[in-house]
């Protein structure tokens, strides 16, 4: 089982519609989450973090976690073809000398 | 925000030549630093995890001795591809973390061997 798991993609969504990233992960002493964007032939961009259960609200953006149930998902509303991207979930668990544990990315497009 | 860049953005060497790839964290002290391998289409390959002042820890399966890291200050690492070959042509991307479990990415090296 991988540690970090995404939803596979890739997701299509129109313009103007909410988006919902999803991600599973094993370890249950993981303590923070991260959600990065990485265009393509660019670097990850770090866009959410969230640490407690419930949500976190960034402009479009909600991110939300359920320690319970190991899970933890991003939202995108008012999608935008800007938007398009990879979006990688990040596990920090304070073990494995500190490392980020990724899942293997989620493609999404917005189409006009 | 936290700033990290990296340098060069792209390289290309001649098989068999080093190169080396700069790391620095412009706006805090990065306690830890990551760096990262992709290959189109692919997802970020963890390739070593390094702490200012001390060896770093290799990810299984990577070669120390071909891929040297130095993390010599809270602000600077470096990684040197030493007697590069094609195969070894990738996006090259680090990370660095502060005091907090967030980590920032530099904007990548593109490496091409030739």
């Known amino acids: 089982q991988k540690e970090v798991e995404q939803n596979s993609g890739p997701l299509s969504v129109p313009e103007g519609a909410i988006a919902s990233l999803n991600c599973t992960y094993s370890?249950?002493?993981?303590?923070?989450f991260f959600w990065y964007r990485q265009y393509s032939g660019k670097s990850p961009e770090l866009i959410m973090s969230?640490?407690?259960?419930g949500d976190k609200e960034d402009g479009r953006f909600t991110a939300q976690l359920n320690k319970a149930s190991q899970y933890v998902s991003l939202l995108i509303r008012d999608s935008q073809p800007s938007d398009s991207a990879t979006y990688l979930c990040?596990?920090?668990?304070?073990?494995?000398?500190?490392?980020?544990?990724f899942g293997q990315g989620t493609i999404l497009t917005v189409h006009p | 925000g936290a700033v990290v860049s990296q340098h060069p953005s792209w390289v290309i060497c001649k098989s068999g030549t080093s190169v080396k790839i700069e790391c620095r964290s412009l706006d805090f002290q990065a306690t830890t630093m990551f760096w990262y391998r992709q290959f189109p289409k692919q997802s970020l390959m963890l390739m070593a995890t390094s702490n200012e002042g001390s060896k770093a820890t290799y990810e299984q399966g990577v070669e120390k001795d071909k891929f040297l890291i130095n993390h010599a200050s809270l602000t600077l690492s470096t990684l040197t591809v030493t007697s590069a070959h094609p195969e070894d042509s990738s996006f090259y991307i680090c990370?660095?973390?502060?005091?907090?479990?967030?980590?920032?990415f530099g904007q990548g090296t593109r490496l091409t061997v030739v």
């Open positions: 370890d249950r002493v993981s303590q923070s």
């Open positions: 990040a596990v920090y668990s304070g073990t494995s000398y500190g490392k980020l544990t």
């Open positions: 969230i640490y407690s259960n």
């Open positions: 990370s660095a973390r502060g005091a907090g479990h967030e980590a920032f």
